[in-house]
């Protein structure tokens, strides 16, 4: 009798963790990812800003499953799921299943204006988005050093960060910290004085997840680093050289995206209920609604859970959601107890702002300032993958944190011209 197969799609918190939670299991697993890495997307503005390297914040997949004996990676890319014949349709073949595990994540969206935003204003989601930013925000400062003419120069030292969730609040803090400090040491033709970094929020606050004086704190501590906030603003066009706030034309090549995120096409090919973002709308226990063999965990899930409150798109929910699928899987099997309904544990809410700054809230405690940076950074070092990554990533955040310098800003790109800084 062959092995139970079991086909994860996605090597993020909720693939890599169930996997490792069944790696006694009398299965044969395979795991399939379009990248060959691990990305810890928390830490990704910190490699678009030159704080860390790529390296840093990604682990190979094979490298994290190497020893587990049951386990196989294969680098593909799942274009769909024929939930009715069990197989997983990839980009070069099929791929049959008895118990699927859909982890895809989420992904940039620009509220239908995709083809026309996507390549002036882009997200960060992934590596080469986050090494994009990095190089168009160090090429701005380059060419502002060329540049003759004032209001050019001006322009070019105007920096905008679209939507104000923990991603373009971390985005926007350490920007300006750079932009104010790090940066204009090393230039002679222009000071920190000279550069705007503005972050815009469409809804009435930034970090709308935390409570509303956290969410004021935020917008306080933004500001002592030079931040411009604007909240109640929509974007209505992103050109070349401009962006179209509201009514209010700004004048800048450099737009970056925090704004939204939706789940990719795959998910509809599941034939579930989606919710406005692509998400499927899962059982109490995480599966396909008339499918208990697929289960849909992590950000591209949508799930109220038995104590009636929403699962988060956060790594922690991830990891508990991919931990009690295999749970699950390991009890249809006959190795333990069906446990009941997923419950979320809330481990709280955190979010960094800069150098030294940052809110968040654990159990019933509202930090803000330095308490709750230290404890946001000492969380994301504990949830690094590799030993040898957290080691890395401490050593370079203290001296950048004792320097002000960040260590890692490579243009990694040919020299472009002096009048296209987006190339």
Partial sequence: MSPHKIVIIGG???????????R??????????????HLFQPLLYQVATGGLSPGDIAEPIRNILRGQKNCNVLLAEAEAVDVERRVVQLDDGELPYDTLLVCTGLQNQYFGHDEEWEPLAPGL?????????????????????REEDPERRRQLLTFVIIGGGPTGV??????????????????????????RVILVEGGDRL??????????????????????????VRVNAITKDSVLLGEETLMTPNVYWAAGVGAGPMLASL??????????CVAPDCTLPGHPEVFVLGDCANLTDASGGAVPGVAQGAIQMGRYAAEVIKARMGNG????????????MLATIGRSHGVGVVGDRKLTGFTAW??????????????????IVFIQWTWAYLRYQQGARLITARYVSHENPRD
């Fill in 24 to 37: 006694k299991a009398d299965a044969s697993i395979t795991l399939i990812d379009k990248r060959n890495h």
């Fill in 170 to 195: 971390e985005l926007a803090g350490t920007m300006a910290e750079m932009a104010r400090k790090s940066l204009p040491r090393d230039f002679h033709r222009f000071t920190g004085a000279d550069t």
């Fill in 12 to 22: 993020g918190f909720a693939g890599l963790y169930a996997a490792r939670a069944l």
């Fill in 125 to 145: 989601k992934s590596l080469e988005d986050a090494v994009t930013i990095r190089r168009r925000f160090l090429m701005a400062f380059e060419m502002a050093e």
């Fill in 337 to 348: 107890v069906l446990p009941g309904p997923f419950v979320y544990n809330d481990k709280g």
């Fill in 374 to 391: 230290f404890l946001w950074l000492f969380i994301h070092l504990v949830f690094l993958v590799g030993f040898d990554n957290q080691i």
């Fill in 271 to 280: 034939g579930g209920e989606l919710d406005r973002m692509g998400r499927v």
């Fill in 207 to 232: 970090l709308k997840a935390f409570p509303e004086e956290l969410s004021e704190s935020a917008k306080q501590q933004l500001a002592s680093l030079g931040v411009e906030v604007m909240t109640d």
